[in-house]
């Protein structure tokens, strides 16, 4: 199992940049991949960026040019720049790893990101 702990979560204005982490700790050796995702008041959980293990990095089109995903050893990092008041939502990391046969999904508490107009 892993556990996740995100920080860097906060108020910024419109057009301003943040840098959101990720800290893994637990089985990390098992990591194939890491994400972010978000959540807005009233809206489902949306895939945000992941990377894997071999640093393959994938984003949301909403996000693309904007927001980068990056990892060093247990932690990854979302830097966010040009924020826009819809990226306001709550940001959750995970980790999905391998063991044998089996895989499993973790995720973190999330961390709220709240951009204002």
């Known amino acids: 199992q892993v556990q996740l702990v995100e920080s860097g979560g906060g108020l910024v204005q419109t057009g301003g940049s943040l840098r959101l982490s990720c800290a893994a700790s637990g089985s990390i050796f098992s990591i194939t991949a890491m994400g972010w995702y978000r959540q807005a008041p009233g809206k489902q959980r949306e895939f945000v960026a992941r990377i894997t293990s071999g640093d393959s990095v994938k984003y949301a089109d909403s996000v693309k040019g904007r927001f980068t995903i990056s990892r060093d050893n247990a932690k990854m990092y979302l830097q966010m720049n040009s924020l826009k008041p819809e990226d306001t939502a709550v940001y959750y990391c995970?980790?999905?790893?391998?063991?044998?046969?089996?895989?499993?999904?973790?995720w973190g508490q999330g961390t709220q990101v709240t951009v204002s107009s």
């Open positions: 995970n980790a999905i790893s391998t063991a044998g046969l089996r895989s499993a999904v973790d």
